[in-house]
């Protein structure tokens, strides 16, 4: 009678004594992935700083004040960073515009009012895949569509939509992972007190959504700050020394003038005129003694044209202007350039030439979305320029650029994590 209870003791001692054992092994190995995890860890922060910190030396020569101010120069000691960093400004302020609201809306739809079928499972499927599509296929796809198709053309507009559908789908990923965290019955308990669908996103999946939402934006927008190979696809130009178009500011010189309407080389212009003048604006160096380095000044040059000039006695009188290069490209266009710039802007004319080809003639003010057609550069492509230069100079440069591009970058994610803090710290479930 008593062997039974005996036997039973001991089956319950050796599990406890297994269990035990047990524990003791997953403790170790939690231990063990815990030091092996803090090492690693250790060791990226350490190469990063030490990268850094050999980036901030190497560009210890150009962090100033003036770098951040100046425009491009062919000279590297006063060449800056001015027309990257409003490119770069602009570029994400068309790719937030273009991505987030679209990224939220589209994220909020899948997540709570889209049916669970076959279509929507492949709706997610490729979402999923785009967010892992390389982003120079973004690029060609811009190109195609965007450039050539509906003629955008090498602008802000096309580099902040192409960024933009690059990003996309790193937005609605994060929003439907930010919906899902949300605990279920905060969705029945609204529907419990009679709110409709609308009202329970609002008011609540949204509110307690915002954290993650907002930090998948800003990490979204922080790739595509850094991206380059979809903006050099579609041409964004390395070098470039004028600045954005200003909305309601005087349009700048220079701008190529050009003959929308072609004609004959030999054939008189119809004009109905007795001759004139046309008078071109243009942008020249500054060769004052004590000018700056690089400085323009603007002038205008006026144009004699005899009556019943043909297309190409236009030319040559253009031609023989200081200044001025006048040409007939292969379809029967006159275009007038700067000769030392390449570009220009007709002024007036009082010939009748322009009216006849129908010059454009830029004049007044800038609208306030003239900035999406304009060229522009951004920081990452201002360093592969300079990078691919073998002066040393230029070689600090990059290194100057590339510091400020990883503040740029550090600072968004810091945002990012303050606002997730600060969000997550008001939610009361």
Excluded at 64 to 87: C, M, V
């Amino acid at each position: 009678m008593s062997a039974a209870p005996v036997q039973s003791a001991g089956v319950v001692v050796g599990r406890a004594e297994e269990a035990a054992r047990m524990v003791a092994s997953r403790k170790r190995w939690d231990r063990f992935f815990m030091i092996g995890g803090a090492v690693l860890s250790f060791l990226c922060i350490a190469v990063l700083a030490v990268l850094v910190a050999d980036l901030v030396r190497d560009a210890w020569p150009r962090l100033e004040w003036g770098f951040l101010t100046r425009d491009q120069s062919n000279d590297a000691e006063q060449a800056g960073i001015k027309t990257a960093i409003l490119g770069t400004g602009l570029v994400m302020l068309v790719t937030a515009v273009t991505a987030i609201p679209l990224g939220i809306a589209a994220g909020i739809y899948l997540e709570e009012y889209a049916k669970k079928n076959w279509f929507t499972t492949i709706i997610e499927i490729n979402i999923a895949n785009l967010a892992g599509v390389p982003s120079i296929i973004w690029g060609l796809m811009a190109l195609g569509l965007l450039v050539y198709g509906l003629k955008t053309g090498q602008s802000i507009l096309t580099a902040g939509l192409t960024l933009g559908l690059l990003v996309l789908p790193i937005v609605i990923v994060a929003t439907r992972e930010s919906i899902r965290s949300i605990p279920q019955g905060i969705r029945e308990a609204s529907f419990a007190c009679g709110a409709s669908r609308l009202q329970t996103v609002r008011y609540h999946i949204l509110p307690y959504s915002m954290s993650g939402v907002l930090t998948g934006c800003i990490i979204a927008m922080s790739r595509a700050i850094g991206e380059t190979a979809p903006l050099v696809t579609i041409g964004a130009l390395a070098y470039i020394t004028s600045v954005p178009a200003v909305p309601f500011s005087e349009k700048a010189w220079p701008l190529e003038a050009v003959a929308t309407r072609a004609v004959q080389v030999d054939a008189p212009i119809e004009t109905g005129a007795s001759g004139g003048v046309m008078q071109f604006r243009i942008e020249l160096p500054d060769e004052t003694p004590g000018a700056k380095k690089h400085a323009v000044v603007k002038a205008t040059r006026d144009v004699t044209i005899p009556a019943g000039a043909s297309a190409a006695q236009v030319g040559e009188a253009i031609e023989a202007t200081p200044d001025l290069t006048a040409r007939l490209d292969s379809t029967g266009l006159l275009r007038v350039e700067n000769e030392q710039f390449g570009g220009i802007v007709l002024g007036k004319d009082t010939s009748g030439v322009a009216a006849a080809l129908a010059m454009k003639q830029e004049g007044g003010r800038h609208g306030p979305l003239d900035w999406l057609s304009s060229s522009f550069t951004v920081l990452p492509i201002q360093v592969f320029d300079w990078v691919s230069r073998p002066q040393q100079n230029f070689q600090i440069n990059a290194a100057a650029a590339g510091v400020v591009l990883v503040m740029v970058t550090l600072v968004m994610n810091g945002v990012a994590i303050f606002l997730r803090v600060r969000l997550r710290k008001r939610l009361q479930w």
